[in-house]
């Protein structure tokens, strides 16, 4: 209890502020560096993107500056009211979102911008986190459990519905969340078994893939015939998962591929699987878009941002020397393709720097929450770590080819006010709550 | 909750490690094996571009700028980036073109690049339409003015000496001194331009610079530590004489001929004209052909450099060198005298001459002040015949060794290409022509510059300055120094001395007073510069033409040559005016003026009649319009027939190949028939 008595500024984990503050000024010298010209004369901007996030920072700190004053109960005390004013929110944006590239994910007011979507991510960690922590909550309990998958997903849903694929993809990794409070590793494997069914149903014709699974079927029961024999069950679970594959890979994918996903994105799954899109899912362009050609445009940004990856070698072309993203070869490079920044610019060893302080800290996070009194504090910390987690893993895994191009930013590198400012409000009520584990939140 | 550890922190822990593993992984080989992207990535962002740098400016001894660049825009397009809402019409006004060229323009550039390339509309735009087009250029997006220098020539003068510049041509590729250009640069293609081409030229740098998506050059790629820089062409300084050049070229308006004017010091030329001349400014940019081909049309020849190339008796002109000669070999004295009568008898044809008075050739001094034939014939007969136990062919040997080591018969070796070789003639030419029976009698007119002797007015300017500096020379030449420096390698030639064949200082004392003589009391009275003492000598070249097979005597062509001042020559010259008559007349007062106009900056005031007489002087012959196109179409004719012959060779030589082809057909079929 002695550090209770110490000031609430030194309560504060300095790590993770440390780690944060690197990784804010790695970003801005990134989108520095990509916006930067020769010609400029004065550092100091107003209509550039670095400065602008420099603004954001400002308001990220302040910002985080109010949570840290503010009473830790308070987080957990307001989650659901906090959360279902979230909801509200997104439901709005659905219905008057400006449309922004095809997706209606952005509120506007005057010529203010922000997305609901990124700042949700909060409220639902905190939400999700006030379920497990309740007393009542027992989440061995299949109802509990479908309840929280609930709270991590009706988001994900209503992001859906705006047409923000890649943002909506965050909230399933709350499932690694529930994972570490209980909920069977068979929950996850089904996950990664659909998204296996999900891949080979895209590569495979679709008639092929029917008779391999059915034969993979009969090849099963015939091992575990014996057991299929004894048990009931058995037999039971091996005919509807079956069903399942076959109603999934026969049905739902095309469904979901026809009348669900949009036509950038039914593209970059197949531009990562490496194959064309075939003529069953090739969408009928816009009447607006008429003029422009079938280019696979998400091809091409990714074979920029590997040249310019590529091309940096093992220590880079030096600050300010990048060719490729300098003169805007790489699209989006400010905000989703920023990591091509850092690899063209420090080469493989400025990479690897940045991955290993984005590892440490997430482990910091993992410790923090570890050594919490509170299961409120401890899940929240988990939240946090795993949405870091999905970012940095599928923002960087895209820009080297290894994961589908989907839009989602680079945490605190990334240009852009909403994605800053509510990776900041994470990591400060995260600190704020740590401050006070020896105090039981509830 | 305890606050024991959960197992599943680990496994999620491995999760996150084993994700960064897995990037890193990717990120190593990404970055270190596969060197395609780091090539993809230059060739991508990296966009060399050839800097031309400007060419050597050529000045004069003074100076003064007769050759420089003057930038010149093209008008660039880019198609894609033209608006549909261009105002053509507007732009088309501004150019002064209307809408079908504008439009036929358009689909030429679009048939011949793509939209997106950047690529000619209009070349060379001139003044009035570069002017108009900055003007309103905001107007007109995709459309972009690119500036690049053309040569300007100052005024209109010089123009065969200076030369021309021109694109290089795909047969000069091929060629190693052009291994360094490629196609679409200019190179030099006469005259100086042609000649220091290498120093005129300067070095091409490359620049390489950044390029962004839209293809538009940024900042120099890796702040510029590859780049090579251009070094511009080096400056050209002559020993022309702008003003004097200007001043002989309008003596010589609406005469063929030409002069040449050396600094007997350092062998530097001071002005040389070839007369028609032409405005060298129309030998440049995108009329260049047109008028190439105009000029090359002209009866008077104005493209045939006439100062080094003509090649013309030289007549009396030659007499200083013969009594040269005669006094070095000891054939006589300077007192020796022959009694002409009015004409040379000492042959069986008489050889007339101007004067008959007795005692005009009582010693060497009048009779070269008075020019006399039969003198100088018989002192050459005496110089060939010299000596006893000496055959004339010897005897000829001797004399054309001097006159080789006068750089007669052979090239100078000026700084402009092409240079003519004039003729000397020797025992092997007269054994062929006379079939070995000749005699001093039958090559007697060599002595008065007649007969075989053909001189380039350079070769007797250069003579002059032989006898002013009394046994030496230096190689005319144009180039003072090349970029400031004087003793550029390239100079080093110019600056030898050449001593001709051992004559003494006061043989050419000797001469100096003779042709001193000849202006002071002899032929070229008309050639006196008040203060300065003149050594000149007149000639009149007997000469002609040779049209169709027939030899038609022409009007004779006034020759004059002289240096001045003796004591401390500044200046010799060569005056040749073709088909004008005697020597005295027109050429020896042209000479003058040029002179005096050297020596004195100026040419005084009682002289300005004289002055108008020249420049206003009409002295080519209708003849040489209808000689002119005689010979052309002779040509015209030759060609015809060669073409003619070649293609009925040809047709036999077709026919006969085909022939042997039937008689082996046949010949294999009836040795299938026989088995």
């Known amino acids: 209890m002695s550090t209770i008595r110490k000031s609430l500024f030194n309560r504060l984990d300095g790590i993770v502020l440390l780690l944060y503050i690197m990784l804010v000024t790695i970003g801005i010298l990134a989108i520095f560096s990509v916006e930067h010209r020769t010609t400029d004369t004065s550092l100091i901007m107003m209509n550039k993107s670095y400065m602008r996030q420099v603004i954001w920072l400002g308001y990220s700190l302040f910002i985080g500056f109010i949570i840290i004053l503010t009473d830790s109960k308070f987080f957990s005390s307001f989650a659901f009211l906090l959360y279902t004013i979230c909801i509200a929110v997104l439901i709005i944006t659905i219905f008057a979102g400006v449309d922004v590239k095809g997706s209606r994910s952005w509120l506007g007011v005057g010529s203010f911008r922000f997305q609901p979507g990124e700042v949700a991510k909060i409220f639902t960690s905190l939400a999700l986190a006030k379920f497990l922590s309740l007393n009542e909550t027992n989440f061995k309990k299949l109802k509990n459990r479908f309840i929280g998958a609930a709270i991590a997903l009706t988001p994900a849903v209503l992001i859906l519905l705006q047409k923000e694929t890649g943002l909506a993809l965050v909230y399933f990794t709350f499932f690694l969340v529930m994972y570490r409070e209980g909920l069977p590793i068979g929950i996850l494997l089904i996950g990664f078994g659909a998204i296996a069914l999900v891949l080979t149903s895209l590569l495979i014709d679709r008639i092929t893939l029917a008779i391999i699974l059915t034969g993979l079927t009969i090849l099963i029961g015939y091992i575990i015939r014996s057991t299929l024999k004894r048990k009931i069950g058995a037999r039971i679970i091996l005919i509807s998962v079956w069903l399942v594959a076959i109603i999934f890979s026969q049905v739902a994918v095309p469904f979901v591929f026809k009348n669900i996903l949009q036509k950038h994105q039914i593209e970059r799954i197949y531009s990562m699987i490496g194959i064309e899109v075939p003529n069953e899912y090739n969408k009928a362009f816009a009447p607006g878009d008429e003029k422009k050609e079938k280019t696979n445009s998400s091809e091409y940004n990714v074979l920029q941002s590997k040249i310019a990856i590529g091309s940096g070698g093992m220590f880079g072309k030096g600050y300010l020397n990048g060719t490729s993203t300098k003169n805007q070869f790489v699209p989006e490079q400010n905000t989703d393709f920023i990591f091509c920044a850092v690899g063209e610019q420090f080469g493989f060893v400025g990479s690897a720097v940045l991955i290993i302080i984005y590892i440490s800290l997430m482990l910091r996070i993992i410790h923090l929450g570890e050594r919490q009194r509170s299961d409120f504090t401890r899940i929240y910390a988990y939240c946090v770590a795993c949405i870091l987690f999905f970012h940095f893993a599928v923002n960087i895994s895209m820009t080297i080819g290894l994961a589908p191009v989907i839009g989602i930013t680079l945490p605190f590198i990334s240009y852009g006010g909403s994605s800053l400012l509510s990776f900041s409000i994470l990591i400060f009520i995260l600190v704020r709550l740590d401050a006070d584990r020896q105090v039981l939140i509830r | ?675």
Request: charged fraction near 25%.
């Open chain 2, 1 to 675: 909750m305890s606050l024991t550890a959960n197992p599943r922190r680990y496994v999620i822990s491995i999760i996150f490690i084993g994700v960064a593993i897995v990037m890193l992984l990717r990120l190593f080989f990404l970055q270190n094996f596969e060197p395609k992207y780091k090539i993809l990535a230059n060739d991508i962002a990296i966009y060399k571009k050839v800097v031309y740098p400007p060419r050597g400016v050529i000045i004069d001894r003074k100076g003064r700028t007769l050759l420089s660049n003057t930038p010149i825009y093209d008008l660039m397009i880019t198609p894609r980036n033209v608006p549909k809402t261009l105002d053509t019409a507007e732009l088309c006004a501004s150019l002064n073109i209307d809408k079908p060229a504008y439009e036929s323009i358009l689909g030429k550039v679009l048939v011949r690049n793509l939209e997106v390339r950047q690529s000619p509309f209009m070349e060379l735009l001139n003044e009035e339409q570069t002017a108009r087009f900055q003007e309103n250029a905001y107007k007109f997006p995709g459309f972009e003015l690119i500036e690049r220098n053309i040569r300007i020539y100052e005024k209109p003068i010089a123009g065969l000496m200076l030369g021309y510049i021109g694109e290089v041509s795909p047969e000069m590729l091929k060629k190693p001194r052009y291994a360094s250009y490629r196609q679409g640069d200019y190179t030099g293609l006469s005259g100086l331009e042609l000649q220091y081409e290498e120093v005129l030229r300067g070095q091409r740098g490359v620049h390489y610079l950044e390029r962004d998506k839209f293809n538009r050059p940024r900042d120099p790629y890796r702040g510029g530590e590859l780049d090579s820089q251009e070094i511009s062409g080096k400056q050209l300084e002559l020993y022309l004489d702008m003003e004097l050049q200007e001043y002989a070229e309008k003596l010589m308006a609406n005469k063929i001929g030409s002069i040449v004017a050396i600094d007997p010091k350092t062998g530097g030329i001071l002005a040389m004209v070839s007369s028609p001349t032409y405005d060298p400014n129309l030998l440049r940019g995108k009329a260049r052909s047109r008028n190439y081909a105009k000029l090359y049309r002209e009866a008077t020849r104005p493209l045939f450099n006439r100062a080094t190339q003509a090649m013309y008796p030289p007549g009396s002109t030659i007499k200083p060198f013969t009594g040269l000669v005669a006094l070095n070999v000891g054939a006589i004295t300077p007192n020796y005298g022959y009694p002409c009568h009015g004409g040379y008898g000492g042959c069986s044809r008489k050889i007339a001459c101007e004067h008959s008075d007795a005692g005009h050739a009582a010693n060497f001094r009048a009779a070269l002040a008075h020019s006399c034939n039969s003198y100088f014939c018989h002192i050459f007969r005496m110089t060939v015949d010299n000596n006893e136990g000496q055959t004339v062919k010897q005897g000829l040997q001797l004399w054309h060794d001097y006159y080789t080591s006068f750089a007669y018969g052979r090239q100078t070796g000026i700084d402009i290409p092409y240079e003519g070789k004039g003729l000397v003639p020797d025992s092997n030419l007269y054994n062929k022509m006379y079939n070995k029976s000749w005699n001093s009698c039958t090559i007697v007119f060599v002595g008065m510059g007649q007969g075989e002797l053909l001189l380039t007015p350079l070769q007797m300017a250069n003579g002059m300055c032989i006898i002013a500096n009394k046994g030496y020379y230096y190689t005319p030449h144009f180039v003072k120094s090349i970029g400031k420096n004087e003793k550029d390698t390239l100079l080093r030639k110019y600056q030898e001395k050449h001593v001709v064949l051992n004559i003494p200082d006061t043989t050419f004392t000797i001469v100096q007073q003779a042709m001193q003589d000849v202006v002071d009391h002899g032929t070229a009275g008309g050639a006196k510069i008040d203060g300065i003492t003149v050594c000149a000598k007149t000639g009149t070249a007997e000469n002609k033409a040779v049209v169709n097979g027939e030899v038609i005597k022409m009007q004779n062509h006034s020759m004059f040559v002289a240096f001045a001042p003796r004591e401390n020559p500044k200046i010799a010259i060569a005056v040749a005016i073709e088909n004008s008559g005697y020597g005295a007349t027109w050429a020896a007062p042209i000479a003058s003026l040029v002179m005096e106009k050297y020596l004195k900056d100026s040419v005084t005031y009682k002289r300005k009649a004289v002055e108008d007489k020249m420049m206003n002087a009409k002295l080519i012959n209708r003849y040489v319009y209808t000689i002119d196109s005689v010979i052309r179409l002779r040509d015209q004719m030759v060609y015809e027939a060669k073409v003619e012959r070649k293609r009925i060779k040809d047709s036999i030589s077709n026919a006969e190949t085909n022939s042997l082809y039937n008689k082996w057909i046949n010949y294999k079929l009836k040795r299938k028939k026989g088995i």
